[in-house]
């Protein structure tokens, strides 16, 4: 039985353990995701970004490493993508394969967490996808290095990971802009920064109509610690990319999209 509500303890700042995401998206929260995000206007913003980007590189095959709902499997396997779902919560997939199932489609799920995939995932693939700011989820380094290491060893020679995440460095410098979007929200929700300090972002999720209120905490990841973590496990070259623009001010992108080349 999947659990409805969030437990965070007494002092919820003070949660921050990789392993935790397991019991933020409970389900409760999982069946509402996808106001959150609202499929079309997420289709609408992200535009054949990341499909273009997969077919410059030739890529055939993809891992959806944070399959989450399954919006970016499904708009892959529409594409004529072969797709591995993948993710390490059972309620998250769950949700995906039936999303998946009422657009007509049969996902590939594979439940996984990161730091272990090559256990659960076999073969090696052209690329790896990891959207929707997920590798925020991971809390310490050595699981950081280890998740970026479980993919570089998953691709083929020549594969790329495209791997997202929240422009943190404008939220812990005070620079994000009033009015800015958090995420692609839908209607009647509001996603806010409750908490910020260099080890955690606790972020608020409200929805109007019920007004049921759900957070996640995550790790602030700075850009430039990201594409670092990148080189150092053996990607050749990272591309960095603000709001799915090659050129940008860095505090003015909601999102950094890092494509990093295994050769
Ligand atoms: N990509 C989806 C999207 O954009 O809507 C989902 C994003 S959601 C913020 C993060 C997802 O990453 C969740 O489905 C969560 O279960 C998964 N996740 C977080 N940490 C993980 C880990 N260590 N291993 C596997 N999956 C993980």
Redesign the pocket.
């Known amino acids: 039985m999947f659990k409805r509500t969030q437990e965070f303890g007494k002092q919820p700042t003070e949660v921050r353990e990789?392993?935790h995401?397991?019991h933020e998206?409970v389900h409760d929260f999982v069946e509402r995701?996808d106001d959150l995000?609202d499929w079309d206007g997420r289709a609408a913003s992200e535009g054949s970004f990341f499909i273009d980007v997969l077919r410059n590189y030739g890529c055939k095959s993809v891992i959806?490493?944070?399959?989450?709902?399954g919006?970016?499997s499904v708009q892959l396997l529409k594409a004529g993508f072969e797709v591995a779902s993948?993710?390490?919560?059972p309620q998250?997939l769950a949700k995906a394969f039936d999303n998946a199932r009422d657009r007509g489609m049969i996902l590939s799920t594979v439940h996984?967490?990161?730091?272990w995939?090559s256990r659960d995932v076999v073969g090696r693939y052209d690329a790896i996808i990891c959207?929707?700011?997920?590798f925020t989820?991971?809390f310490n380094e050595h699981?950081r290095r280890r998740?970026l290491a479980e993919f570089y060893s998953m691709l083929k020679h020549d594969g790329i990971l495209i791997l997202d995440q929240r422009n943190y460095d404008a939220l812990l410098e005070g620079k994000s802009k009033p009015g800015h979007k958090y995420y692609y929200c839908g209607e009647g929700v509001s996603a806010a920064p409750e908490h910020i300090d260099e080890g955690l972002a606790r972020f608020r999720y409200e929805f109007s109509d019920d007004g049921s209120t759900y957070h996640?905490n995550m790790f602030p990841l700075r850009r430039a610690y990201v594409q670092d973590l990148m080189h150092q496990v053996g990607f050749q070259s990272v591309s960095t990319y603000g709001d799915f623009q090659s050129s940008y001010r860095e505090e003015d992108p909601d999102f950094f999209i890092h494509v990093a080349e295994k050769a």
């Open positions: 990789t392993g995401y397991q998206y995701w995000i959806d490493a944070a399959t989450g709902t919006f970016h993948v993710d390490g919560s998250m996984s967490d990161w730091r995939m959207l929707g700011n997920s989820h991971i699981d998740t996640l």
